[in-house]
């Protein structure tokens, strides 16, 4: 119990604290014009009130990534803790705070051109290729877990409710896609924002008020799977960095921030849109490993129980009925809105690629109906099997960390560049270097199994897997070096 309100306390201190020094590094310019301003065209390019969009950008990363993932990761036990707290103040709230503004500073680019400006044009090319990709899947995963939670709340038994949920959802993603974001997005938004807070606030309540709060383990750093001998995935290190996503650092969390990069009014709202939005998404992690690990004890058990049995049916007992379908709401309302501006993301990542204006309604239809056409087939492709919705969730959550890994290594090349403290970036980066590299070595559905095949053991895989990931962070730390101080022309905007 101590534990979770502790890591409570430190989020919210990180972002008073550590916030204002990430802020303090950037330098914003309060009096400058931003492209909400400068660039309006009522389509993307709209500005907004902070508040709204502080609420707009918590629903666009809060997709299952913090919900899903902190119940899977609760499985380790109390260790999940300590990697959101420190993970989100020290790296994932620095990543959105460092690509939102460096966004701003470039006229709303996308993520993957702000990746081309500071790393070069081989990293640009690969960045527009993997940022889609990503959200493409993201869209996929987002379109079907919702419907799961739906299901498993309303008609467990009925195939034809899921399949009707799913056409509605998809129909929902298409004009959201498509409308300008004040028309839809930032009507709605607001009101999801709102029952989603309501639902935390209501779990965590009645955590306490059932005493279940006392059954939380307090903080250790051992791990607690009870698989951790004879599964090589159910390592702390770095697989529990893999599963709790979104609720720690979360490159998805790039791709959203332009969007509202272009909404926002003024500069000094950055670090209260972008830091806080990741502090918030990182306090409903906590309260949802807290909530798995209270009413269902999950920690140290042979099995996980499903995630979305533990959402639908931690809610209802909680909260009852009312209460129940209000949290369950929140909870449906996060991969939704974190859906729907995937594929607006994806759509505005390819036109910004080529330069494409998307202004006119038949520009963005052509760039959308594609990409929903690969998503419904996806769609369709994961619903086939169990087995195939986790492939696709596993490879989301890899190229989620590893497209955290690029923006921290952009951010820092931008930092370096202007003279400015890069380690704010420059840590976090080197470290999820190795996360992410380790884990492509040692995951079943990565290279696992073939140097497995090398090695002619898991303990050997494991060992191999963290040491390139070492070798490729201490390589690209001593790249680094020369970017440091070095002001090209033409190619930092400070």
Not at 413 to 427: C, E, P
Not at 454 to 465: F, K, M, P
Not at 472 to 486: D, E, K, N, R, Y
Request: hydrophobic share 55%; proline share 4%; with cysteine.
């Amino acid at each position: 119990m101590i534990s979770f309100i502790i890591g409570v306390a430190a989020l919210i201190l990180g972002y008073l604290v550590y916030g204002k020094i990430a802020e303090k590094i950037f330098v914003v310019k309060p009096g400058a014009k931003t492209p909400a301003l400068r660039l309006s065209d009522g389509v993307d390019f709209v500005p907004m009130d902070w508040k709204k969009t502080v609420l707009i950008q918590l629903l666009n990363i809060a997709g299952t990534g913090p919900i899903f993932g902190a119940i899977a990761g609760a499985l380790f036990g109390p260790a999940a803790f300590a990697w959101i707290v420190f993970g989100c103040i020290f790296a994932g709230a620095v990543h959105d705070y460092f690509c939102g503004m460096l966004s701003v500073r470039h006229d709303g680019a996308s993520i993957s051109e702000i990746v081309g400006k500071y790393l070069g044009r081989g990293p640009l090319y690969i960045m527009r290729v993997f940022s889609v990709v990503l959200l493409i899947f993201v869209g996929v995963v987002f379109v079907t877990t919702p419907a799961q939670v739906l299901r498993t709340m309303f008609a467990p038994e009925s195939v034809t409710f899921y399949y009707i949920v799913l056409a509605a959802i998809i129909a929902y993603y298409i004009l959201a896609t498509l409308l300008p974001i004040d028309k839809l997005i930032g009507r709605i938004y607001p009101v999801f924002g709102a029952c989603l807070l309501i639902m935390a606030v209501g779990l965590t309540v009645m955590m306490f008020v059932s005493g279940e709060i006392t059954r939380i383990p307090e903080f250790s750093l051992v791990n607690l799977r009870p698989d951790k001998g004879s599964n090589i995935m159910a390592h702390i290190f770095p697989f529990l960095f893999i599963t709790i996503a979104c609720g720690a650092i979360s490159g998805f969390h790039a791709t959203q921030s332009p969007m509202m990069a272009r909404c926002l009014k003024n500069e000094a709202e950055g670090r209260k849109v972008f830091y806080l939005a990741m502090i918030l998404e990182g306090i409903i992690a906590m309260i949802w490993a807290a909530v798995t690990m209270a009413h269902f004890n999950v920690v140290g058990a042979e099995t996980a129980v499903a995630a979305p049995v533990i959402v639908t049916k931690s809610s209802t007992d909680y909260m009852g009925l009312v209460g129940g379908i209000l949290a369950v709401f929140g909870v449906v309302a996060c991969p939704i809105t974190s859906g729907d501006t995937a594929f607006r993301s994806a759509r505005l990542t390819i036109a910004d690629g080529l330069k494409f204006d998307q202004r006119p309604i038949k520009n963005r239809l052509a760039v959308a109906l594609p990409l929903f056409a690969v998503g419904i087939l996806l769609v369709l492709f994961s619903l086939s099997s169990t087995k195939n919705f986790n492939i696709i969730w596993r490879y989301f959550a890899w190229s989620n960390q590893t497209l955290a890994t690029i923006g921290l290594w952009a951010a820092s090349a931008y930092l370096a560049k202007t003279g400015k403290n890069y380690w704010i970036t420059l840590v976090p980066a080197a470290f999820m270097t190795v996360v992410v590299t380790s884990y492509f070595f040692t995951a079943n559905e990565c290279l696992g199994p073939l140097v497995t095949g090398i090695t002619g053991s898991a303990n050997a895989t494991y060992t191999v897997g963290i040491v390139i990931g070492l070798a490729l962070s201490l390589l690209l730390l001593l790249l680094f070096v020369p970017l440091i101080g070095v002001k090209q022309k033409n190619s930092v905007k400070d």
